[in-house]
């Protein structure tokens, strides 16, 4: 079945280290999406792609870097990690006319 | 800014009752999306819309083809598995969804 996995599904980072979360999809999708989810904020996108080796800025891109080094993976890269980037963050695959399939999210907290 | 907005931020429904939800969108959107999520957070697709209706079971979306403004969820006969948050999201650009900060559903036996 396709699918769309992240992992880890928790991570307890310190201020100012390095954390890097993954993405994989085997729905072939073209493009592929980092949100976080935050109360009152609903879902925000941080980086988007199109495809191997393209990424885009979302609305909230600043304190992260994205990588799409294959068609089924794309993963969120937080070089210096702070407590504001505590969250809970989905990736998601798309096509031009059908639905996301979403991942089951990524809990993320820096301390 | 904010390009989607829900109402209501919150239902209780009593079970058995219908009830419908809505999305406004501050530009003309080429297509919409509607979301559940569970108590355990993960969001599952309930129908994708580029115009009209679509109807599963006792959910109906509709996207206002005309000025694609706003979209609606009309939730029929609710029954307490329909608990959840129920977002929209709307594509702007390509491929580009925007979600609304969703609506927060009880449904009460």
């Known amino acids: 079945e396709a699918a769309v996995t992240q992992s880890p599904r928790n991570k307890v980072a310190v201020t100012g280290g390095k954390v890097t979360l993954s993405c994989n999809q085997t729905?072939?999708?073209?493009?592929m999406y980092w949100y976080r989810q935050d109360t009152g904020h609903g879902l925000r996108l941080i980086h988007y792609?199109?495809?191997?080796?393209?990424?885009e800025k979302g609305d909230i891109p600043d304190g992260y870097k994205a990588s799409r080094p294959s068609q089924e993976n794309f993963s969120l890269i937080l070089e210096l990690a702070t407590p504001s980037q505590t969250s809970v963050y989905f990736c998601a695959s798309g096509q031009q006319g059908s639905d996301y399939t979403f991942g089951s999210g990524t809990r993320l907290l820096v301390i | 800014g904010d390009q989607v907005e829900q109402s209501p931020s919150a239902l209780s429904l009593h079970e058995g009752t219908d009830s419908a939800l809505r999305c406004n969108f501050t530009?003309?959107?080429?297509?919409v999306q509607w979301f559940r999520q569970n108590s355990r957070g993960s969001l599952i697709s309930l129908f994708y819309l580029a115009s009209g209706t679509k109807e599963n079971g006792r959910l109906k979306s509709a996207f206002d083809s005309k000025e694609r403004r706003y979209s609606t969820l009309h939730i029929r006969d609710a029954q307490l598995e329909d608990s959840g948050t129920y977002f929209c999201?709307?594509?702007?650009?390509?491929?580009?969804?925007?979600f609304g900060k969703g609506t927060s559903l009880t449904v009460i036996p």
């Open positions: 999201a709307a594509e702007a650009g390509y491929q580009n969804f925007y």
């Open positions: 792609s199109y495809g191997a080796g393209s990424t």
């Open positions: 530009t003309t959107m080429r297509s």
């Open positions: 729905n072939n999708h073209n493009n």
